[in-house]
């Protein structure tokens, strides 16, 4: 009994991480070869503790898997185009979701400022 248990565990488990992983690149373009020659600058670890965390439990999922399609933490270049939309629009995107994202970035308990922080962290621009 235990055993079938640990497998149902272990097999629920993976679908998650699957279903999650996936949700990060639907609808998003692909990454075009002059974005990927082009690699992100080195990011520093997040200076505020609470933006650390979520970055490492929810955002880092799809923010620093350069499969997922997501523009990456550290990448500039590929933030811009989002940062220039100005904060109202970046917050609606990740609060309602858009594209491959999901809503709420999968951090349910963040709050506008929590995603302001992190969004500027990665990006590496303030949001106007």
């Not at 990448?75 to 940062?83: F, I, L, M």
């Not at 970046?90 to 349910?108: A, E, Q, S, T």
Request: with cysteine.
């Amino acid at each position: 009994m235990n055993k079938m248990r640990n497998t149902l565990g272990a097999a629920l488990a993976a679908a998650a991480c699957s279903l999650v992983l996936s949700a990060c690149g639907k609808g998003a373009a692909p990454a075009t070869p002059a974005a990927s020659a082009t690699p992100p600058t080195a990011l520093a670890a997040p200076a505020d503790a609470k933006v650390a965390k979520i970055f490492g439990s929810t955002c880092k999922s799809c923010h620093a898997v350069p499969a997922s399609g997501a523009p990456q933490a550290g990448d500039a270049q590929a933030w811009a185009p989002r940062v220039a939309q100005g904060k109202d629009t970046v917050l609606n995107h990740i609060i309602n979701g858009y594209k491959g994202m999901p809503p709420m970035g999968m951090c349910m308990q963040c709050s506008e400022d929590d995603f302001v922080a992190v969004t500027e962290y990665m990006s590496g621009a303030k949001l106007q």
